[in-house]
């Protein structure tokens, strides 16, 4: 389970947006490595993060390493990024290194771009939801509250397995998947989940 602070989830957020803003298509992969995703972190260990591009490898960790500088100041954390192509993490040589070997190990699962906009649109709706939920519990429609509240986490646990490539047409598979994903992992508690998906729809 990752040793993340909330200053370190700020910073990693502001470093993945500007990435995938100053990258674009060339962004392949970010990945969390080493101790803080080990969970084994001291405080003030680095924030390593694995940067796959599609190609010109050098001009994107110039971008990257300026990104990675400015998100440092502003957090005071320090993330330390290593950019590589995916021919790269492709490569059976390369694949033999300490370094890969190392982020196959212990790495986070990647979010691709796609999979973080996913998940950025699920949680809009899983915002509108909570919002007109306390519109209606503030009006007395406690039943109608109830039903919205239980979409607004819905909603919201299906942008989370978004993250992890994950998804089901059921709500009971999205149960289960939540669960095995973020339960069982120490993620999350089972009273989160009990809470969260215990009201009726």
Not at 3 to 25: E, V
Not at 177 to 197: A, D, I, N
């Amino acid at each position: 389970m990752p040793s993340l602070t909330a200053i370190d989830r700020a910073a990693l957020d502001s470093f993945c947006d500007r990435a995938r803003a100053a990258l674009g298509p060339n962004l392949l992969e970010l990945r969390l490595f080493g101790s803080k995703a080990r969970g084994d972190a001291s405080a003030d260990a680095d924030l390593d993060v694995l940067v796959v591009v599609a190609e010109n490898r050098i001009a994107a960790e110039d971008r990257v390493l300026d990104l990675a500088f400015d998100v440092n100041v502003e957090h005071d954390v320090y993330i330390s990024p290593r950019v590589v192509t995916r021919a790269v993490m492709n490569d059976p040589v390369w694949r033999l290194t300490g370094l890969l070997r190392a982020i196959e190990r212990e790495g986070d699962p990647p979010v691709t771009p796609e999979a973080a906009a996913l998940a950025k649109h699920r949680l809009a709706r899983a915002q509108d939801m909570l919002r007109d939920a306390d519109l209606l519990a503030a009006s007395g429609s406690t039943e109608s509250a109830v039903n919205r509240y239980y979409y607004a986490a819905f909603h919201a646990a299906r942008a989370l397995l978004a993250t992890r490539g994950l998804d089901s047409s059921k709500h009971s598979g999205v149960i289960a998947l939540f669960q095995r994903e973020f339960v069982k992992s120490g993620v999350s508690t089972p009273r989160t989940q009990k809470v969260t998906f215990s009201s009726s729809v």
